[in-house]
């Protein structure tokens, strides 16, 4: 729990065990790693359509549905035009 520590107050990219793409503040979290993200977004992916960016505000997340959290580089992710990104959505990993 340390590690997760250093990542409050900084933008982080969660992926969900169903998939999902949430990018927001990370503002806390527990011992159970449930974690709470203000001003945060998901980013739909697509094969067909550019990314989709819908907008979820203050979120919580329960730290049993994260598989992965890591830092994102703002002004690498600015450099990026998500609408030409083609990509298939991560697959439900709940469901093998």
Known sequence: M???QKFVDLTVEIITSD???IVGLLKG???TINVILS???E???SENEGVEK???GLYIIR???IVLIGELDQERDASINLSEIRAAPINDITRR
């Open 29 to 31: 979290f527990d011992q």
């Open 63 to 65: 730290g049993d549905n």
């Open 39 to 41: 001003n945060c977004h």
């Open 19 to 21: 998939g999902r793409v």
């Open 43 to 45: 980013r739909v992916y």
């Open 54 to 56: 819908m907008s979820l």
């Open 2 to 4: 340390a590690e997760l």
